[in-house]
Nanobody, 117 residues
């Protein structure tokens, strides 16, 4: 099982980016999926999570600017990021609790988002 993240890049403050993360391999079902981020010199923090039935929760600083969604048929989770700020600069990691032959959490490789002022 693998998670492949994409969509990061360089954007100006106030701009938007959409991240994607696709799961592949032998997968029977996917429970929660989410996005975390880690800025230089800081700990990894939650951005947003979405359950298998579509319930979402966000970190306070992302509410109203970021939207998490998922396509269960494509085994993909998305993060739409609007009104980006320089402090959003970080490596963004996707995470998923996947039911394969075992049940465990998987992490994607990370995608860098850089917001210039």
């Amino acid at each position: 099982v693998q998670l492949q993240a994409s969509g990061g890049g360089l954007v100006q403050a106030g701009g938007s980016l959409r991240l994607s993360c696709a799961a592949s391999g032998t997968i029977f079902s996917i429970n929660d999926m989410g996005w975390y981020r880690q800025a230089p010199g800081k700990q990894r923090e939650l951005v947003a999570r979405i359950s298998s039935d579509g319930s979402t929760n966000y970190a306070d600083s992302m509410k109203g600017r970021f939207t998490i969604s998922r396509d269960n048929a494509k085994k993909t989770v998305y993060l739409q990021m609007n009104s980006l700020k320089p402090e959003d600069t970080a490596v963004y990691y996707c995470n998923a609790n996947i039911v394969s032959y075992i049940v465990r959490n998987y992490w994607g490789q990370g995608t860098l988002v850089t917001v210039s002022s």
